[in-house]
């Protein structure tokens, strides 16, 4: 089977244990991972040829980066080394009325200063049937976007599916640049487009009527078929939309389910109740992760590949860390309605 290919940052992710606020820290807990290198996670846990292209510095947490995405199976031979620091985030894990909160600490990070023609794109696609970013990395910095929409062009030329997830991410665009002079002419490049109620909107000003996500209802799948038809037509490359649904009852109660638009028929997935989430970052990336699986896998039947992408990413708000690391038996456990959590053995 031909591989899928992701590139953007993986970084150093700290935070306080379990729901402790960064006031009260005395030590805290060490994972990696990135919206781009989640995906290849979960593909390769699936057993699916995945590969992460990135540029990590050399010194021992690069090395600790690297050995997390081989630990997990992800193929790891076209990242490039060098650059001063990997990127750091802190993670204040949020409950109940009291959401999560994040401070970045990843400027001049290695892939901020990754420069086109380092990468020889050509080679790295040999063999590639789809290649994946997100909205994350062009909001790092203009050479991380100029590689990506470089990137994205080769794909184009050698016939492989691109995907994207918008991932609009407000405190990562200070370079100078806003999303709508970027994300266009990267996204033009896309087949298959991922976003939630927010992307669409600050990336493009398309944004569905009548909702408000504050207050905390479930989202309505129809109200975003027009967000869907207006990013269809002013990206006519594009093949499928698909649009996270994501209620927030409070930061430890959230509903959570999907839809995929393939400019005819709108496809909704079951909702689920995640009343008890243990970590929700990463939470889209498993989506994507298990939808590029469900396009692949099930390619003649959207319905089901809508399915698997959001019962995997329902199971992953049950796993600490960035990355999901269910199993396909567990997903189309879930899938097939048994959510019972009973012991396996």
């Known amino acids: 089977m031909k591989k899928i290919v992701t590139f953007g940052e993986i970084m150093l992710r700290l935070s306080p244990p379990g729901w402790k606020r960064f006031s009260q820290a005395n030590s805290f807990e060490v994972v990696y991972g990135g919206g781009e290198s989640n995906v290849a996670v979960s593909l390769a846990n699936y057993g699916l040829p995945s590969e992460f292209v990135t540029r990590l510095p050399v010194n021992d947490l690069g090395d600790c980066a690297l050995m997390e995405l081989r ?4 193929a790891t031979s076209n990242i490039l080394r060098g650059g001063e620091r990997l990127g ?14 994040v401070v970045y600490d990843r400027a001049h990070s290695a892939i901020s200063t990754i420069q086109p023609g380092m990468l020889d794109w050509e080679k790295i696609f040999q063999d590639t049937q789809w290649f994946h970013w997100t909205g994350i990395t062009p909001a790092i910095s203009q050479s991380a976007t100029d590689v990506c929409l470089e990137a994205i062009q080769v794909a184009n030329r050698m016939g492989i599916t691109v995907s994207t997830d918008l991932n609009y991410r407000k405190n990562l665009w200070n370079y100078g640049k806003h999303p709508e002079e970027v994300m266009p002419a990267l996204v033009e490049g896309c087949d298959v487009i991922l976003g939630n109620e927010e992307d669409a909107e600050k990336h493009f000003d398309i944004h569905p009527e009548g909702v408000d996500v504050t207050q905390g209802e479930s989202m309505n799948a129809g109200a975003y078929v027009s967000v869907c038809q207006q990013l269809m037509k002013r990206f006519p490359r594009c093949k499928k939309v698909i649009v996270t649904l994501r209620g927030s009852i409070s930061a430890s109660h959230n509903t959570w389910s999907g839809m995929l638009y393939d400019g005819t028929k709108m496809y909704e997935a079951p909702t689920y109740q995640i009343t008890h989430i243990v970590d929700r ?23 089901k590949a809508l399915d698997f992408a959001v019962a995997a990413s329902c199971l992953k708000h049950t796993i600490f860390g960035d990355a999901n690391l269910v199993t396909i038996d567990e997903v189309e456990k879930l899938m097939a309605g048994d959510a019972s959590g009973r012991v396996s053995r």
């Open 281 to 303: 970052v990463g939470g889209g990336d498993s989506f994507m992760g298990g939808l590029i699986y469900g396009l692949i896998q099930y390619e003649n039947d959207l319905q």
């Open 88 to 101: 750091i985030y802190f993670l204040e894990t949020g409950a109940v009325s009291r959401g999560s909160k």
């Open 71 to 74: 630990k997990r199976g992800v």
